[in-house]
């Protein structure tokens, strides 16, 4: 790993997706996102994405020039119609109109439909949470999780995102896949030649395994809780919006050439609409400071409140420049737009 300024890395990310094809103003809102992932150590959502991104932006999977269309279908309810451009810009545009919809009428529900994939969640509740609003995103990914008990794929790791503003800049966050782990991390092992644990994925019969070669999906959370939040995802995110839903949401790595589809729900709430809002943030900020004071388990130095662990890397990336995977940086630093690795890839071949 080595650690560069967010402005140099921004300026690699941009300068790629330019060259693959994409407009100077939507690789700089992609490449925002990427960075905001890298900067909090959620690597797996970083700069390591840019190379599938060109190449999708190159054989034409990425619209460079998407229509965006926002129909508003109720007072706080709108449809926001990617036409599959990059899904980390259209997110952000359709967060927001949901911004604006939740200042006006208190809440708002707006479903981003057909788009590529989006990224970290994390970016577009901060982007509410900035503005005073907690907020709530969802999104579908490719089918790779099985269902509880099951032996073949269904749902994606359907990722959830949640952010409550405290006082200040002060936030907390949760921003997670609904399966144990990403496959990327499976992936690591697989490189190393280690074992997972034996809660992270199936094999072909559906049997848990620790061989990593052996993957062939992965494991819900929390057994049938997890299973459940990956269909609430699905119903919320893609069936609402009329796109393809479970098994049949579109491979990442299928046709390189084609939108994706996928689907987003984006939930806002004004918490003036419920409560005195100065009140709410106060609250938020008491809880954070009463859980990083609460008492530790044996073996852990102190409790954080959720997200923290991203605030903290957040910050050390401010002070000594975001880490990137060297790979990464070489790849970017190239001038290879990119080098044909993901089309028609099986995500658990070895
Ligand atoms: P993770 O397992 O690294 O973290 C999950 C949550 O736990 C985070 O909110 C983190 O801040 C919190 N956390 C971790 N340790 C903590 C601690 N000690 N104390 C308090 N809170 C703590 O996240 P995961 O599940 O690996 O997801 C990574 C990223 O992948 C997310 O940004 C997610 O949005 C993204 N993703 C995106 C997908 C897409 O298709 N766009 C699909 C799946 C995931």
New binding site residues.
Partial sequence: MTRIAHEKLTALIVRKLVLAGLSAEHAGMVAASLVH?DARG?H??GALRVEYYAERISKGGTNPAPRFVVERRAPAAAVFDGDNGA?HVAAFEAMEVAIEIAREQGVAAVGVRRIG??????FFVEQAARQGLVALSM???DPMAVPYGGAEPYY????I?FAAPGEGDDRM?????T?V??WG?VLNARIRGEAIPPDWAVDASGAPTTDADAVRALLPIAGPKGYGLMMMVDVLAGMLLGLPFGKHVSSMYHDLSAGRE?GQLHLVIDPAAFTDARAFRCRVSQAMRELSASIPAAGVER????????VLRERESKRLGVEVDDAVLAYLESEVIHRNAYAGKDPFAR
């Fill in positions: 992932a959620v797996s959502h899904g994939h989006s990224g970290a969640l994390s999104c579908q990914s994606g790791t359907n990722p995102a966050m949760l921003d997670m896949a399966t782990q990403a991390k996928l409790v954080l409140y959720p997200g923290e662990d991203c």
